[in-house]
């Protein structure tokens, strides 16, 4: 496994080692031992989650204001513009971002650490999306950015397609509304 740093130092980007033939490809999509030895983090995985969407729809920023959760994350379908923002009032990228395409073809995964707001936005006409988590779903604690905040001026990656959005995320708030972490 390849790790690449990313603007922000606790958000890495993972390239897997990938064996391929005429017959297809083999990858370790996780490793518990590699995982810690490559990025120098330690953490437990309780939580898989599995999405589906088409293209257009825009997912986020979610995060939980407790229980906050670290998350995996790849596509095994499609492409999506995956996001993370800084949401540590302490930190010296607070109210920063990362985004990266992670695809079917190239198999990247991201690590967003606890303390992040998260998204993406899909690309393909429809994506398939595996994240693990640090700590379970806590709906009471469930928190949202909103994806247009002027002061984070993320660019989705979709051109001039206006995103398909849930209710929830219509109506999430700007990052100066938002109950961040210490």
């Known amino acids: 496994?390849?790790?690449?740093?990313?603007?922000?130092?606790e958000v890495l980007l993972l390239e897997p080692r990938v064996f391929g033939d005429d017959r297809g490809f083999?990858?370790?999509?996780f490793?518990?031992?590699?995982?810690?030895?490559?990025?120098g983090v330690k953490t437990q995985f309780v939580q898989d989650n599995h999405s589906r969407s088409n293209y257009g729809v825009l997912r986020?920023?979610?995060?939980?204001?407790q229980q906050a959760q670290g998350k995996l994350i790849r596509a095994c379908?499609?492409?999506?513009?995956?996001v993370a923002v800084d949401i540590r009032k302490a930190s010296p990228s607070f109210g920063k971002w990362v985004g990266y395409r992670l695809s079917a073809e190239n198999k990247r995964q991201?690590?967003?650490?606890?303390?992040?707001?998260?998204?993406?936005?899909v690309l393909s006409d429809v994506a398939e999306v595996l994240y693990k988590t640090t700590?379970?779903?806590?709906?009471?604690?469930?928190?949202?950015?909103?994806w247009n905040d002027p002061e984070l001026s993320i660019n989705w990656q979709l051109g001039e397609t206006e995103p398909i959005l849930s209710e929830k995320?219509?109506?999430g708030v700007s990052l100066n509304a938002a109950e961040v972490y210490d």
């Open 1 to 9: 496994m390849n790790v690449i740093q990313t603007d922000i130092p």
């Open 110 to 121: 991201l690590w967003i650490p606890a303390g992040f707001a998260h998204g993406f936005s």
């Open 77 to 82: 379908v499609g492409e999506i513009f995956d």
């Open 60 to 65: 986020g920023l979610h995060y939980q204001i």
């Open 26 to 29: 083999f990858f370790e999509s």
């Open 169 to 171: 995320d219509k109506a």
């Open 31 to 39: 490793n518990q031992r590699t995982f810690e030895e490559k990025t």
């Open 135 to 146: 700590d379970y779903y806590a709906k009471d604690h469930e928190r949202c950015i909103l």
